[in-house]
């Protein structure tokens, strides 16, 4: 692969590159890449983050030496299974099984347990050092990485080292691409700056979009789309908002038609945006819509872009279109679905499921 098909391949189905050039001549100069995303074991996954883990599977092709961070201590920090550290690994375990069943590579990823960094008393001097070089308003706006509001610090303090240790984890691990869905962009743009003066490596951000939950969303007026992203995301935290990757095939199709689907909308409409972040960033993906000839005939569309056309244009219904997404997105979920019929994976997820506490 040439540095121009590398670089396409890192940068497809992103909304969001700080900055671009900056990684245009880290590629171009053939140097190995270091990159990382970290997510919280602290439930079940859902369908928002099939975007992140086909992101890796991209990354790890185009030969960035990848790491994912299970962050146990960040999401013993942020309340998950009220904190229960067990549990919490116990998710890790669940998570890694689920990348595999999804072909993501996951015997050429790093996976990276939180507790090793914070074993280091280096890593807790490093944490202090960016506290020292962030006011608390620019802490506590960068809560929503964690899913929280700024208002959150208040009840418990150490919510506020939160987005100094996210900061550190980079620094520590000396990456050079941080990915993340658009939600996680404070806690990068705080790295660059902080990394600048330290003298440490600016780490390069990937933004993957961030889907909708069900319920959708609202435009909100003077808010940093990253906030827009966090407010109404698709979250393991709101069951209501989300599809899981072990619901039944039934309790997908239930879930779709029941959503948040305005004719003729495409922004915060979580269906459309199923089509578009994930069914379509398949290459060769096809739409296949089977309706009756009354209302046009059965339909196929080849690109995302074909779709949004005529669904803004009113030619196609929404609940053709949940039909559609429906059967698609559980033709997709099949591999998952395999590893759930597992004995020790039903019994793993049904002791999960039954402590998920936000
Ligand atoms: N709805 C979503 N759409 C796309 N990406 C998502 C979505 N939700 C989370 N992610 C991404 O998944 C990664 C891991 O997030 P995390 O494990 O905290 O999931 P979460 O569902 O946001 O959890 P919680 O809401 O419980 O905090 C982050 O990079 C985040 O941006
Ligand atoms: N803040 C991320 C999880 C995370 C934690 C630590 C990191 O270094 C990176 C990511 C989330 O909630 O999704």
């Known amino acids: 692969m040439d540095a121009e098909e590398r670089l396409s391949l890192i940068t497809r189905n992103l909304v969001e590159v700080i900055t671009y050039d900056e990684l245009k001549e880290k590629v171009s100069s053939g140097a190995q890449l270091k990159g990382y995303i970290g997510y919280e074991p602290s439930g079940l996954a859902h369908i928002g983050h099939l975007i992140w883990m086909f992101k890796v599977k991209d990354l790890v092709e185009a030969g960035v030496q990848f790491n994912v961070l299970e962050a146990t201590w960040h999401a013993m920090i942020n309340d998950?299974?009220?904190?229960?550290?067990?549990?919490?690994?116990?998710?890790?375990?669940?998570?890694?099984?689920?990348?595999?069943?999804?072909?993501?590579?996951?015997?050429?990823?790093?996976?990276?347990?939180?507790?090793?960094?914070?074993?280091?008393?280096?890593y807790w001097a490093l944490v202090l050092k960016v506290m020292k070089m962030t006011s608390l308003a620019r802490m506590k706006r960068a809560l929503t990485i964690m899913g929280r509001t700024m208002d959150e610090a208040e009840l418990d303090s150490s919510k506020l080292v939160y987005p100094a240790m996210q900061v550190s984890d980079i620094i520590y691990m000396d990456l050079d691409i941080a990915l993340g869905g658009l939600d996680q962009r404070k806690a990068h743009v705080l790295q660059r700056e902080v990394a600048e003066r330290m003298g440490r490596k600016k780490v390069i951000a990937l933004h993957t979009p961030i889907l909708t939950g069900l319920e959708g969303g609202k435009r909100m007026d003077n808010v940093e789309s990253d906030e827009q992203a966090a407010a109404f995301k698709m979250s393991k935290s709101k069951a209501s908002s989300a599809i899981f990757l072990n619901d039944s095939p039934e309790q997908v199709r239930a879930k779709i038609r029941?959503?948040?689907?305005?004719?003729?909308?495409?922004?915060?409409?979580?269906?459309?945006?199923?089509?578009?972040?994930?069914?379509?960033?398949?290459?060769g993906f096809t739409l296949h819509v089977e309706r009756p000839a009354k209302y046009g005939g059965p339909v196929d569309f080849t690109s995302y872009a074909e779709l949004e056309k005529a669904y803004v244009e009113g030619r196609l219904h929404p609940l053709d279109l949940k039909e559609a997404v429906a059967e698609a997105l559980n033709k997709m979920l099949e591999g998952p679905r395999k590893l759930f019929e597992r004995p020790d994976i039903a019994e793993l997820v049904a002791q999960l499921e039954s402590k998920v506490t936000r």
């Open 258 to 283: 029941a959503a948040y689907c305005p004719p003729r909308q495409v922004e915060l409409n979580p269906v459309i945006e199923i089509a578009k972040y994930i069914l379509f960033s398949r290459p």
């Open 80 to 122: 998950k299974f009220g904190g229960n550290m067990e549990l919490i690994r116990r998710a890790a375990v669940l998570f890694r099984e689920i990348m595999r069943s999804l072909d993501i590579p996951v015997d050429r990823i790093n996976f990276v347990d939180a507790e090793t960094m914070v074993s280091d008393k280096d």
